[in-house]
């Protein structure tokens, strides 16, 4: 399977746009409709109540949100370089590569290499719509490159990096080389309480609860939904 084309791109990048709206309150669910072209669909979520279960999104929101999906990539699935082409779109002026591959990582939970609508939902759902607790679990899994249930300094530093390369890189001043590694051992000197030279998801949400620039500083995503 390919993955999508470059009209799946913009689709999906529409659908990101108007899901945002939809949320927010300042597009309707009529509106929603007549928006991402709500063409009839033959194939439904297998586990709808399910999905309304698991997420914050309501049966018909996920119906909208569904139909749009597969009306827009009818492969079913988003790979990584489509991704990153629709991540580059809120990120003109930078280098958006590496961090939309770090969170394209995050949402594919089933470390296939593609997101499912599932993936999708589950993931904009505790973005948007989830507990602080559940932001910050989120962004913990983000951060937590190879996954074995602690942040290092070596994955903060990648992290910040790509962040910095999508934000700072062509600001004007230029931003010092060594900035991303400054904030790196700024949030390790708060974070790592036991000074063992990780981060526990515990020690992360505790941190980020108590300083609020540093969990704005986590919480990066959320800025361009």
């Not at 991402?36 to 929101?61: G, I, W, Y």
Request: aromatic share 10%.
């Amino acid at each position: 399977m390919a993955g999508c084309t470059s009209r799946c791109r913009q689709g999906v990048l529409k659908l990101i746009q108007s899901l945002q709206r939809l949320v927010s309150g300042t597009l309707s669910k009529d509106k929603a409709d007549d928006e991402l072209e709500m063409t009839t669909v033959c194939h439904r979520p297998e586990a709808l109540d399910q999905l309304e279960a698991q997420t914050n999104f309501s049966k018909q929101e996920l119906q909208i949100l569904y139909r749009g999906f597969k009306n827009e990539c009818p492969s079913g699935v988003v790979n990584e370089e489509t991704f990153k082409h629709i991540y580059a779109q809120f990120f003109p002026h930078g280098d958006a590569s590496m961090y939309a591959h770090y969170l394209f990582n995050a949402f594919d939970t089933a470390n296939n290499g593609s997101i499912k609508f599932k993936d999708f939902v589950t993931g904009m759902s505790i973005l948007l719509r989830g507990t602080v607790r559940e932001k910050l679990e989120w962004t913990f899994h983000l951060y937590d490159i190879n996954r074995d249930g602690y942040i290092n300094r070596e994955e903060m530093t990648e992290i910040v990096r790509a962040i910095y390369d999508m934000m700072g890189k062509y600001t004007y001043p230029a931003l010092k080389g060594d900035v991303p590694q400054q904030h790196v051992d700024a949030f390790f000197q708060k974070m790592d309480k036991n000074k063992d030279g990780v981060v526990t998801l515990e020690e992360f949400v505790i941190a980020c609860q108590e300083d609020e620039t540093m969990m704005r500083s986590m919480q990066l995503f959320e800025n361009v939904m």
